[in-house]
């Protein structure tokens, strides 16, 4: 696309005399565009992930939210994220606990491509099963239940009309999707009368619900639960703070927009209402007084005592509080919450030769995201923090001029998921935001 390649010029000339950040943005900048994004009609954008050919609705919205500048004044960018509204809506009112899309009624699902994700030969012996849940359709390629799924959709139809003008994405459509959004958040409530349960066979634990496919046990806090976590994961304990947190900021945008385009009081009241009782059960039951660094937000909880004291790479993460709009960066319990992330006293914080930053149980031990470190630098109000975090990508591509997924803390060259589009766009904003705060 002409626009994004010009504005790859126009960085890429402000970055003259570091060379190798320049060529990384410029690879990363347009790697959604180039390799992720497939028109389907003038209003209908399809975005795979990178290397599995399915749309998650969190990391299609991640994937292309760096283009927004440039959709302000070019219509061929806007229309393509405005197409990919139209699609994550339509694909919320196929199934609103789905994470993850094909791009047609075709049936593909996680179980038959595993073989080729796992790269396994065609001898291994695999048998490819379906996971077993209470809603089957063959637009859905998984079914892990996570809140952050039902948020990103929301923020890239409101930051498309703040930041463009834009409100053809506001249709009929649109409306019929927010009221399923409010529907299940609203009955995961009290996830002991809710239908969704899910189960899938032969596989790690992370890759299930216990309970028989309904997880933990949780009582009535207010805040609604979630099955998995942004990693696609399963929760260890169902209320997920910071997908909580990302909640409340999107049922806030979701009220702004039914009364601006809809007029629909009722509709944008019960978004409030539904915030409110979020927000309070998150600052009940989800601040701890840690022993170290005081009050806090755990990353998890039950609402009976239990909670699970980690922050993971992908966002919603405790790190992204302040980037989701939940607070501010200089908000003292995210202060502390960002010292415990940042220290060893998270499990899943590790130090070594090459970097510093969060990794995730989702990848091996001693394996640093670059997510982790983008989002780190995008929630950082030290400008020497910044550009000590854009040494460390820089550092950490392994000369293959991309973001990886998790890399070794002493060796980038081991690293995971060399396609990954998620990672460069985050990268990618982040280097933008540093141009645009003069600390570069």
Known sequence: MKAINLEVKRVCEKLSGNEKLAALFGNCYPNTVDTTVKRI???DTFVITGDIPAMW??????QVQHYLPV????SETADM?????????????????????NETDNGMCWGKYAPIFLKLPPEAPYEAEKDETDFESGWVWERKYE???LCYPVRLAWLLWKETGRTGQFDEQYKLSTEKILDVFTTEQDHS???????REN????????HDGRGAPVAVTGMTWSGFRPSDDACNYGYLIPSNMFAVVTLGYTAEIMRTFYHDEALAARAEKLAAEIREGIETYGVVEHPVFGRMYAYETDGMGHYTFMDDANVPSLMSIPYLGYCSAEDELYK???AFVLSRENPYYYEGKAAKGVGSPHTPPDYIWHIALSMQGLTSTSADECRALLDMLVGADADTGFMHEGFHKDDPAQFTRPWFAWSNSLFSEFVLRCLDDGIL
């Open 57 to 62: 609705l969190r990391d299609s919205t991640a």
């Open 203 to 210: 596989c790690p634990p992370t890759d299930t619900l216990t």
């Open 147 to 149: 809140i952050d799924s």
């Open 193 to 199: 009368r809710s239908p969704y349960f899910f189960r």
């Open 336 to 338: 502390n919450t960002r």
């Open 71 to 74: 959709a302000k004044t070019d």
């Open 41 to 43: 009609a003038e209003k």
């Open 81 to 101: 994220i405005e197409g990919l509204v139209n699609r994550q809506f339509k694909c919320i009112a196929i199934d609103p606990y789905a994470n993850a899309f």
